[in-house]
Structures are given as C-alpha cells and as structure tokens.
C-alpha cells in the first residue's frame, strides 16, 4: 500500500477508463463498485481495488484474493474468484504498469522556487522549473521547462537539460546535454573524468578527457549510477535505456535505444552496445567491444568478446547461455561421480 506521506493518489476511476489504460479487454463478473480507488497486492486488495497477476507462482494467492478488479493473461483467466472483474491482456505487468501511474502520476512542477538555490546570472531557466534547497545552476546552463533539480544537485557549466526532467538530491552533472523526459535518481554523476592514463614510470600520465556525455530522451539512471564521459567521442546514452544503482558505464560507451542495465554493471570504455540489450546484476563487460541489438547478458557474467545480435551469454568468460549450462552440469556429473568412487 502507497504511504500517503509520500505519495499522492488521483482517482478514483471507471472500469472503462481503467480497460482503455491498460488495452485490456474487460472480462469476469460485473464490478461491485461503480469506480476503483487504489492499486494493491493480491493479499492486500478489496473490491474498490484494482490488482494484477502475471507469475502462476501467485495463483493461490490469485483464488483467494478479494480485490474487486484484477489484470490477467487469458491463460490465467479461468482461475480467477468468480466474484472478480477481469482485464485480460497479453501482457499484464505491462497493464498494471500504465494503470499504476495513473493513479499515482509524477506530480508537475508547481512553479520556479529560486531563493535557496545558487543561479549563475547567465543561466537559463524554463518555466515551472522547481530548483530546490543547495541547487547550484552553474554560467552558461540551459533548464528545460518543467524540471525539477534536487537538493544540493550541482550542474557545471554549459549542461543543457530538455523539458521535464527530475534530477535527485545530490547529483552532479558535467559536460553533458540531457535529453528530455529524463529521471536521475539520487547520487547519479554524469560526466566526470574518464579513467584514462598513459602507464609509465615514475609516473602515469594523465589523458585529458575532452569528449561529453549524450543523454537522450526517457532515459533513467538509478541512484549512484555514473557515466563518464568520452575521452574525444562522446559517451552516448540511447533514447529509453534504463540503469539500475550502482553502474559504471566509462567513456567513449555507446548504449543503444531501450537497454535494461541490473545493479552493479560496469561498461569499459569504448565498447559499443546496440538497440534493447538486457545485461543482469554485477555483469562486467571489456573494453572495445560490440554487443548486437537484443542480446542478454545473464548477471555475474565476464563479456571478454562481441556478441552477436539476439543472442544470450553467461558464464566467465561469457559464452552461448545454452552451452555455458552443459558445462556446468557436465561438471556437476563428473563430481558427483567422484563423490560416489570416494564412497567406495
């Protein structure tokens, strides 16, 4: 259940809109409530509710749930109570996602707050722009209309950010234009140095890093995320990619549209990722490599090559998903079989 002290909620809402939300088709009993309030768990929800299932892992909870509407694939509609309305769509998680946030939406920008931030006279600041306590706008900045910039957030010199983007407390953005639509969580850095040296003794020579980084349209960084920027060609961002916390992506990246990056990722510098990758939890990529468009890179894995388009890898170093698993269970049976000749 939403806590109200953090969250506001809109509604409540017809069957009918919440059908046309979703691209549902309306099935099961008819609604004991003319409109619904809320979005709940299965365990959690009534019949003012709206809730949803998508794993057959919840079916039991989803035969005994009270909730009053319930979003489902059509091959779990048959197992609903009878007492419940349906939305049935192929994609339900999907539905449940567009139905949430219209009952708790991104609340707009309520107008400029300007008096306990720090703005550089030749900065530019676009209407309904919300810069709250310790902000540091820095010469030269462009805000977009609409964006909110957290606490003690500091943009340098020269950032551009598009219309309606919400930037955490504490985040530090650098030699970067920011797209719009985009969600920076807490802590994200954007920008600072790439680790780049020349090795050597006595003493390590420092590249300069004179490149940017590109952050297009409805991208999200998790908290703690950061992104440098390119040493001369640019660290790119595609349009809808989407970082967990705690990634590193170095300079001179090139991530495409829609990627989905877990927790703990890191990204060497100058290795080109295409359109819609998945990379799971603390996978490790090197450096100078290209991953094709809708590769999956399974968590824990250790990328050492490219990676053709489409297909999945996993392991250390990463190999075709399939034949990484026949290794392991072809290890598997060798020990077991050693355990049993230590039996004898």
């Given amino acids: 259940m939403a806590d109200a002290r953090f969250f506001d909620r809109a509604g409540p809402f017809s069957l009918e809109t919440l059908a046309r939300v979703a691209g549902a088709d309306i099935a099961g009993a008819e609604p004991q409530v003319a409109e619904f309030t809320d979005v709940l768990p299965l365990q959690m929800a009534g019949p003012g509710d709206v809730s949803f299932i998508d794993n057959r892992r919840y079916v039991n909870a989803f035969r005994k749930t009270n909730a009053g509407l319930i979003i489902v694939a059509p091959d779990l509609a048959s197992k609903a109570?009878?007492?419940?309305?349906l939305l049935v769509t192929g994609d339900p998680y999907r539905g449940y996602a567009k139905v949430s946030q219209l009952f708790y939406p991104n609340a707009p920008a309520a107008g400029h707050s300007l008096e306990?931030?720090?703005v550089s006279p030749s900065a530019q600041i676009g209407e309904r722009v919300v810069l709250r306590e310790g902000a540091v706008i820095g010469d030269d900045c462009i805000i977009g209309d609409g964006c909110v910039i957290g606490e003690h957030t500091v943009i340098a010199?020269?950032?551009?950010l598009g219309d309606s983007c919400q930037i955490g407390p504490n985040c530090t953005l650098m030699c970067c234009t920011i797209g719009a639509g985009v969600i920076l969580h807490p802590g994200v850095r954007i920008g600072q140095d790439g680790f780049g040296f020349a090795p050597g003794a006595p003493e390590h020579e420092k590249v300069p890093q004179l490149g940017a980084v590109i952050v297009e349209d409805n991208v999200e960084l998790g908290a703690n995320t950061a992104v440098d920027r390119g040493a001369g060609p640019n660290t790119i961002i595609g349009a809808g990619t989407k970082i967990d916390n705690l990634c590193q992506i170095g300079h001179n990246v090139e991530l495409g549209r829609g990627?989905?990056?877990?927790?703990?990722?890191g990204i060497s510098g100058s290795t080109k990722v295409g359109n819609y990758v998945m990379i799971g939890g603390q996978a490790g990529i090197a450096g100078h490599l290209e991953i094709g468009d809708g590769a999956k890179i399974a968590a824990k894995s250790g990328v050492t090559k490219d990676i053709p388009a489409g297909m999945t890898v996993a392991g250390y170093p990463a190999i075709k998903s399939t034949e990484h698993w026949r290794n392991l269970a072809a290890v598997n049976r060798l020990r077991s079989k050693d355990r049993g000749s230590d039996d004898g």
Avoid: M, Y
């Fill in 116 to 118: 306990r931030a720090t």
């Fill in 81 to 85: 109570p009878p007492e419940a309305a």
């Fill in 157 to 160: 010199r020269g950032v551009r």
């Fill in 259 to 265: 990627c989905l990056l877990a927790a703990q990722v």
